[in-house]
């Protein structure tokens, strides 16, 4: 039979005894924040990083008795049939038998320094000693009692090491005597007659000592930098408040304002500049940004003004449907609201007077409708003149009212030859690039027709040009190659290339021609009244 404790799992032979022992010291056991362990004795307040010996007394006390326990209860098991004993009997015996053990290692204090046979020397007659019979279990239990020895002696030392620095440097901290540059050797002598200082070594006591000197010049250099920015801050608002001061002054003239200011005083010249310049561009900066919303607002009213002065001109009359902006700005240039908004960011004068034009056509919406279908089986061209198409739809355009039926003619015009002179420039366009493919085929030549190229033509280019066109303009083309072949030595099918001198020579001589000639020429090109090209 054996008890099993149900919230802790311990077990045990005997019948289990409340405990009714309790502590007869005044010294309890206590925890850091950081976790270490320290004693304090409730009655003086007094405490201690290491067990007092009346409370270590009484803990070997209460272990023995419950040594002794284990003990009668490991000596006294009985025999038991197989099968009778839970498997768990077998690690509950080595443990209780290892806890007899470790308070073996107890009372023959042995330490970190013993061997197996200062042990097995003191304590083999000790009854106890045969709880465990073999012998390598037995050694390591030692070792590993030897070695957690080890560890916590370690660890012990580790701290108080630690205490007796935080000590040391508490204590320089304290002096009130020591600056950034004082030296070891000068200093030593205060501290000689402090436990603090002959607690530690020499070597460690410089060390200790040159650390709190960085760690001095660090909060100084910190307290410096700390007041060098209040100062700074201090002449920034002395310059803001300062009336006479602003982004236009100079820094000669603000040296002069300046003097005899004792925020300005307490910096130097370095620190002065830096904060002056700093306010200036932070001042030029507000200007700016003070100039541009003026300029805006200015812009804004300056468009206003000028849509004013459209929407008079609608109400006289003088801006129609039919008002050309050419004509229209002859009349409004002297205007300041004209020239007040030209070259200003945001829309021109020209948009402006397009939406008052729209907005008049829109007006005349239906009319203008009315006389375009009207002429839909009228053909314009870039040269089409308001008497014919007043002619061709007589009968819409006097069933027009009278006040608006001349603007009504002059819109729809000026649409449909605006869109001509359009169509006609893409069309040029269109051939001229054309002639270009055809100088830069390198299949095409004298001999060559126009069904063999018609496949590598890629007409999406040339949407412009019909398949007839096309062809007339090769023709001419193979034409101007033949007569250049006629002229000249070369072999059929090469094209001859005018030479430098050759250009030179027929630049020279349009050159000269007469102001009759370059006339003609140009009286004749501008006579061209058909969107075809010829």
Do not use: C
């Not at 009484?58 to 009668?72: D, F």
């Not at 205007?335 to 034009?357: A, H, M, W």
């Not at 890629?458 to 083309?477: L, N, P, W």
């Not at 250009?503 to 058909?530: A, I, L, V």
Request: charged letters at 40%; aromatic letters at 10%; zero cysteines.
């Amino acid at each position: 039979l054996y008890y099993t404790n149900t919230l802790s799992g311990e077990k045990s032979w005997v019948k289990p005894e409340q405990s009714t022992s309790e502590n007869p010291t005044n010294w309890t056991e206590q925890t850091t924040q950081s976790g270490k362990t320290y004693f304090q004795n409730t009655k003086t307040g007094e405490t201690s990083w290491e067990i007092p010996s009346e409370l270590q007394a009484w803990k070997n006390q209460i272990a023995a008795m419950q040594l002794q326990k284990n003990l009668e209860a490991v000596m006294n098991i009985e025999e038991e049939e197989e099968g009778q004993i839970p498997d768990e009997q077998e690690d509950f015996q080595v443990s209780d038998a290892k806890q007899v053990y470790l308070q073996l290692f107890r009372e023959a204090g042995v330490t970190s320094t013993w061997k197996w046979e200062d042990f097995h020397r003191i304590m083999k007659d000790d009854e106890r000693y045969l709880t465990i019979r073999v012998m390598s279990e037995k050694k390591q239990i030692f070792q590993e009692y030897i070695q957690t020895l080890k560890r916590k002696e370690r660890e012990e030392a580790r701290q108080k090491k630690q205490v007796a620095r935080e000590n040391f440097m508490k204590m320089l901290d304290s002096s009130g005597i020591l600056k950034a540059e004082s030296k070891f050797h000068k200093t030593a002598h205060f501290f000689q007659g402090d436990p603090r200082w002959r607690i530690l070594e020499e070597k460690e006591r410089e060390e200790l000592f040159q650390d709190f000197l960085d760690e001095l010049e660090r909060r100084d250099k910190e307290k410096q930098r700390h007041l060098r920015k209040q100062q700074m801050q201090s002449f920034k608002k002395v310059l803001e408040d300062k009336e006479e001061i602003d982004h236009t002054t100079k820094w000669f003239q603000a040296q002069k304002l300046l003097a005899g200011n004792p925020q300005f005083e307490a910096l130097d010249k370095l620190d002065q500049l830096s904060v002056f310049s700093e306010y200036i561009l932070e001042a030029e900066k507000k200007e700016a940004e003070k100039k541009r919303s003026q300029d805006k607002t200015n812009a804004r009213k300056n468009r206003e003004n000028f849509k004013s002065l459209l929407e008079e001109a609608a109400e006289k009359g003088e801006l129609t449907a039919a008002t050309h902006w050419k004509d229209f700005i002859l009349k409004i240039r002297e205007d300041p609201r004209y020239f007040n908004l030209v070259g200003q960011t945001g829309s021109t004068p020209k948009e402006l007077f397009d939406e008052v034009k729209n907005a008049q056509k829109e007006k005349l919406k239906d009319q203008i409708e009315y006389l375009q279908d009207s002429l839909h089986n009228f053909t314009f061209n870039t040269e089409t003149t308001y008497e014919e198409v007043k002619s061709r739809a007589k009968e819409a355009y006097e069933s027009l009212s009278e006040p608006t039926r001349e603007i009504v003619l002059q819109v729809v015009t000026d649409q449909n030859v605006d869109y001509s002179k359009e169509e006609y420039r893409k069309l040029k366009k269109s051939v001229k690039k054309f002639d270009e493919f055809l100088k830069l085929h390198p299949e095409i030549s004298a001999e060559t027709k126009f069904e063999d190229i018609i496949q590598s033509i890629d007409t999406s280019k040339f949407k412009r040009i019909t398949q007839e066109d096309m062809k007339a303009r090769f023709g001419r083309y193979i034409e101007k190659l033949k007569e250049e072949e006629q002229g000249s030595d070369v072999e059929p099918g090469e094209i001859k290339h005018r030479s430098k001198k050759d250009k030179k020579k027929k630049h020279k001589t349009h050159r000269h021609e007469s102001p009759h000639k370059k006339y003609k020429k140009k009286h004749r090109s501008r006579s061209r009244s058909s969107t075809k090209y010829k």
